[in-house]
């Protein structure tokens, strides 16, 4: 029986859909760690990027270290989160959130530059407050974009969230590490499939999201 | 576009070949002069002093090679032309390289060796093992007496712990309740992990957290930070000393033998190779690990030879 065969009976068994390391709380744990990250991520990197975008201050800056942060290898950032702060949610939140940032960051300023500078201009000139162009005229505008920076940044965290069992926490990464520790590959491919499906199923989520948000339906 | 893939093939296969001759030159020489080595020990077998070149390999690990360096060396002194092989990887490719004659001697462990040669044994205790062990090894190989060191998981506790409940070994852990553990994911399900502190001291109730990476700083992290009560580590890893910790004997051998053993081809072995490595094994013990470990892992990064002739002069060898 071919390994993806096995995979494929190792995801039917019953007795892997129930219990605490059964598919749903597993899945779960994963959603639960991601939109946490991606929460904490968004309320950090969305008013910056819309600061940035609105003001056009500091631009460069962002741009070097989003770049920066991009640069930073997520498990290597979690070790040192771990001898820092100890086992725990702490470490890889904060891993995930570095990893969620300049997606998020990108995608609220580069919104905001791409709204029409007549546009912000006409606002002004009918005697909007800066308050009043930023979100009637500017954020609408600029959604797509920064809907499309929440959805990558959810997208690479859904792929990510895995280390979290590297330290030991629950999550669809459990599937993956520990199947590794014993070599049974059947394990691993089919809580890879599993993260595969979720990430898809995501990302659909965040496609129709975005259509619906748009202001030019 | 099938040019370039004939192209690739072509430099591919040529890559292989010089990779091949290589490999296959040391081997060679090497075997050649066994050949020689062996025609002139097996016509003085038994006799002290025999000529044949030693070359002792080791894997790629630090305790490895300070494990080789030392039998060369120790076997130097006594004048025997030995040389080292040094970092040759997995067992896969020394075994090979023992049985093809390009090295004879290997500093080896007992369990991991008898379970490559017998997947399925189920000995623990260190007699029980070397005799499974011997039965087991091919007709070029043998092993001579292990030593004391044991490279091996091991369970481990703070100072603080070990003294709040008067812990000395596994046994003791079973009175505590909740206990937790932290160690690489296998040991969720492997028999010397939570099902075997189950079945062999029964302790039940064990909150488990895998962390993998096998006993290192992040499982070390939890130790001390308390959020664990006790974690696997291997036995000779410098951080044991280095914080203090207490690792938990295990008397009824639930956790592998793992002793230090010279392996070498038969053709290779005489009463003075013999004589020299008992002395050495006599001398080695899992403390001697920690220390050599602790040297190579050191802020200077010492080579193992050095280190490996600083010991055998520590102990009297060379």
């Known amino acids: 029986m071919s390994v993806f065969s096995q995979a494929m009976s190792w995801l039917s068994d019953g007795a892997h859909w129930q219990g605490d390391d059964g598919f749903p709380h597993r899945i779960a744990q994963h959603v639960g760690y991601t939109a946490l990250t991606v929460a904490i991520a968004t309320a950090i990197a969305v008013p910056l990027g819309l600061w940035i975008g609105h003001t056009g201050r500091l631009r460069g800056l962002a741009v070097a270290v989003t770049g920066a942060l991009r640069a930073l290898p997520t498990l290597g950032l979690l070790t040192l989160m771990v001898l820092w702060r100890g086992i725990g949610l702490t470490p890889p939140t904060i891993a995930l959130v570095v990893l969620a940032i300049p997606p998020l960051l990108a995608g609220a300023y580069a919104g905001l530059e791409s709204v029409d500078r007549a546009t912000v201009d006409a606002a002004r000139a009918i005697g909007m407050t800066e308050w009043q162009v930023l979100g009637r005229v500017e954020i609408p505008l600029a959604m797509p974009l920064i809907l499309g920076g929440i959805r990558s940044a959810v997208l690479q965290v859904v792929a990510t969230a895995t280390i979290a069992a590297y330290i030991g926490l629950g999550g669809l990464g459990r599937y993956l590490i520990d199947g590794l520790a014993v070599r049974d590959y059947p394990q691993m491919l089919a809580g890879s499939l599993v993260i595969v499906v979720l990430a898809l199923v995501l990302d659909g989520c965040f496609a129709v999201l975005q259509r619906v948000l748009s202001p030019q339906r | ?318």
């Not at chain 2, 292990?146 to 008067?166: G, L, M, R």
């Open chain 2, 1 to 318: 576009m099938k040019v370039a893939r004939l192209a690739a093939t072509v430099a591919a296969a040529g890559l292989a070949l010089t990779l091949a001759a290589c490999g296959g030159n040391p081997t060679n020489t090497a075997s050649g002069s066994d050949t020689s080595g062996a025609s002139a020990s097996s016509s003085g077998s038994g006799g002290s002093g025999s000529t044949a070149p030693i070359v002792v390999g080791s894997a790629s690990f630090p305790e490895s090679e300070v494990l080789a360096e030392i039998y060369a060396q120790a076997l130097q002194a006594k004048g025997i032309d030995a040389s080292t092989h040094l970092d040759i990887g997995q067992r896969e490719a020394y075994i090979g390289a023992l049985k093809d004659g390009s090295i004879s001697l290997f500093p080896e462990y007992t369990g991991n060796l008898l379970t490559y040669f017998q997947p399925n044994a189920t000995q623990t205790a260190p007699d029980d093992v070397l005799t499974a062990l011997k039965a087991a090894l091919p007709d070029t190989l043998t092993v001579l007496t292990p030593a004391a060191a044991e490279d091996k998981d091991s369970y481990n506790v703070t100072a603080d712990f070990a003294a709040k409940h008067h812990l000395t070994s596994i046994a003791d852990l079973k009175g505590i309740s909740g206990l937790s553990l932290a160690g690489n994911p296998e040991l969720k399900t492997r028999s010397y992990g939570v099902p075997g502190l189950q079945k062999v001291y029964g302790i039940s109730g064990i909150k488990f957290t895998a962390i993998s990476d096998s006993g290192g700083p992040a499982t070390l992290k939890a130790l001390t930070s308390g959020k664990v009560d006790v974690a696997d580590i291997y036995s000779t890893t410098p951080s044991i000393t280095q914080n203090h910790l207490v690792t938990l004997t295990d008397p009824q051998h639930l956790i592998a033998a793992q002793n230090v053993i010279p392996l070498i081809r038969k053709d290779h072995d005489n009463a003075t190779v013999d004589q020299t490595l008992d002395a050495v094994s006599a001398k080695l013990t899992t403390q001697s690990l920690l220390d050599l470990n602790a040297k190579l892992n050191g802020p200077s990064k010492p080579k193992a030879s050095d280190v490996a002739a600083q010991w055998l002069k520590d102990n009297g060898l060379a």
